[in-house]
């Protein structure tokens, strides 16, 4: 018989009647975000137009019969949706189609994510944490954040986690050697294909990846190859990812919660370190630590990475200057 010791975690999950919710659903309730030890209640959070498919969702998630699952409720109410939560995936949002870039998303989506930031600063939980994966995330992850001025800025954050992951597998592709020897990737700025996948900092096995593969590899493969994997994805499996943005959602905050196992991407709210202004949601290096995503400082920037990072800046201060109408204050 499972014991689980823990108070019950609630944990809301929004567009639970999409794709990447019917990934993620399963991988909390199974308890890797807070553990083994860790009860969870799940908020299915979807529009009236989604309920019933989301009571579909919950039903299955009930006949999977997770020892740690102890709540479920579906709902399109945000103050139910939120109320005492400790962790908020906003994951509800339009995807991109083949030829649209995912700032495109601005228009329609951007409206979501402010009354789910303020039902947050009025309802959550004092332990939440926020993790926006509805595109453009960055930008929706600052709308909810200024939203919510009662919650430390810190608590939000965009999920970059999947560029990350995608980095460490086209090294370790072309390395042929696994994932788990690599360590020190970080993607900078945007969820956009302006992004930088940085390999400056990256090891195998404790040596350089930098001295084991070619700049030309870096610069004309590596590089586009990782920023434009999203759309890469769509035209090949005709939608956007799915699975493998759910299981990077799950390390994000499972992360967070429990520590990272060394430098792991997130895109958090700027402290201006690296030139970033102050308050963009930005990829940093960061590492999690007793319960906080702190960015790797004192690291040397070339002329490159510099302007690398400056178009990243650039691109998200644009972003916010379209949702200015959008943004408290
Ligand atoms: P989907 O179309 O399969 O599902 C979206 C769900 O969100 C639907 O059930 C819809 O009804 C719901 N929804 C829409 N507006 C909502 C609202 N206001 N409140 C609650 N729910 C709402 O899409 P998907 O494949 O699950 O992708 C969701 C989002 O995640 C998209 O914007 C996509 O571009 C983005 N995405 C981000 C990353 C990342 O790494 N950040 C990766 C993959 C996808
Ligand atoms: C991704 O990176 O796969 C997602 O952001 C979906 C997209 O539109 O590319």
């Known amino acids: 018989m499972a014991h689980a010791s823990q108070a019950v975690k609630n944990i809301a999950v929004t567009g639970a009647a999409g794709n990447i919710a019917y990934s993620l659903l399963w991988r909390i309730a199974s308890g890797e975000v807070y553990g083994p030890d860790t009860p969870v209640a799940l908020r299915l959070v979807d529009i009236p137009d989604a309920l019933r498919a989301a009571e579909g969702v919950a039903m299955e998630l009930m006949d999977s019969a997770f020892p740690l699952l102890r709540g479920l409720t579906v709902t399109d109410d945000l103050a139910t949706a939120f109320d005492g939560v400790s962790a908020a995936f906003l994951v509800g949002a339009k995807p991109r189609t083949k030829g649209q870039e995912r700032g495109d998303l601005l228009a329609a989506n951007g409206t979501i994510f402010g009354p789910q930031g303020a039902a947050i600063n009025a309802h959550a939980a004092q332990d939440v944490r926020v993790v926006v994966v509805g595109n453009p995330a960055n930008t929706n992850a600052l709308i909810a954040q200024q939203a919510a001025p009662d919650v430390p800025a810190e608590r939000f954050t965009a ?95 499972r992360d967070w919660v429990q520590g990272s196992r060394g430098w792991a991407t997130a895109a958090v709210v700027s402290d201006g370190s690296y030139g970033v202004e102050e308050g963009l949601v930005f990829g940093f290096p960061t590492v999690a630590r007793e319960g906080r995503w702190e960015i790797v400082q004192g690291l040397d920037l070339s002329e490159f990475q510099r302007q690398r990072i400056a178009a990243n800046v650039a691109e998200l201060q644009q972003e916010r200057r379209a949702v200015a109408h959008l943004l408290a204050g």
């Open 159 to 253: 999920l970059m986690r999947l560029d990350h992951n995608r980095a460490l597998a086209q090294v370790a592709q072309k390395l042929e050697r696994p994932s788990a020897e690599l360590e020190k990737m970080v993607v900078w700025g945007n969820h956009s294909a302006t992004q930088f996948p940085d390999l400056s900092y990256a090891t195998l096995a404790g040596e350089p990846v930098a001295d084991r593969v070619e700049e030309a590899w870096y610069r004309e493969e590596f590089m586009p190859r990782v920023a434009k994997r999203g759309a890469e994805i769509i035209e090949v499996r005709g939608r956007s990812s799915a699975a493998s943005a759910a299981s990077a959602a799950v390390d994000h905050m």
